[in-house]
T-cell receptor, first 114, second 110 residues
């Protein structure tokens, strides 16, 4: 358990509405990530953060923004949701152990855009 | 370019041994990871290889050959609860990011 909680866990929203997903961690990890997972695709990185107010884009960042005003919270915002953003969203942290810099995932947020 | 290939689906029998292969092509390499993901759940970390050879962890073992761009995950004494997707991921040393394969769905039958 990497101490990650995501909210909401399930959400249905309409096309064109803004949506914010929250990731909360309790173990003071510096690095946090947002991934999406879709059938036929591997997990794909949307955005990541390497500290408070320090964020950068991943490979599928279009249509998404993020913010990190506190170490423990990393927010993912869909500015104007589209049906192509229907997906499962995973927040993750990285922790350096004997296994190198390993990614650990939160429980996931299932988002449906109708 | 970057590419990770693994079989889409595999089936096996309870008590048997199964090997899930993963081949990769990345511009830089700094470790290979295996994750297990049960349906409707988050991926969970299984193993990590950065040097060539076999890493054993209970019923699960993972092998790496960097020269061949190849890894496999070996599951022994299969149990029904091993039915899940297994994700191969490579850390690209140039970007320090994990690149994931699409996963192998393993079904274990009695």
């Amino acid at each position: 358990d990497a101490g990650i909680t995501q909210s909401p866990r399930h959400k249905v929203t309409e096309t064109g509405t803004p949506v914010t997903l929250r990731c909360h961690q309790t173990e003071n990890h510096r690095y946090m990530y947002w991934y999406r997972q879709d059938p036929g695709h591997g997990l794909r990185l949307i955005h990541y953060s390497y500290g408070v107010k320090d964020t950068d884009k991943g490979e599928v960042s279009d249509g998404y923004s993020v913010s990190r005003s506190k170490t423990e919270d990393f927010l993912l915002t869909l500015e104007s949701a589209t049906s192509s953003q229907t997906s499962v969203y995973f927040c993750a942290i990285s922790e350096f152990k004997n296994s190198g810099n390993t990614i650990y995932f939160g429980e996931g947020s299932w988002l449906t855009v109708v | 370019g970057q590419n990770i290939d693994q079989p889409t689906e595999m089936t096996a029998t309870e008590g048997a041994i199964v090997q899930i292969n993963c081949t990769y092509q990345t511009s830089g390499f700094n470790g290979l990871f295996w994750y297990q993901q049960h349906a409707g759940e988050a991926p969970t970390f299984l193993s990590y290889n950065v040097l060539d050879g076999l890493e054993e962890k209970g019923r699960f073992s993972s092998f790496l050959s960097r020269s061949k761009g190849y890894s496999y995950l070996l599951l022994k004494e299969l149990q029904m609860k091993d039915s899940a997707s297994y994700l191969c991921a490579v850390r690209d040393s140039n970007t320090d990011k994990l690149i994931f394969g699409t996963g192998t769905r393993l079904q274990v039958f009695p």
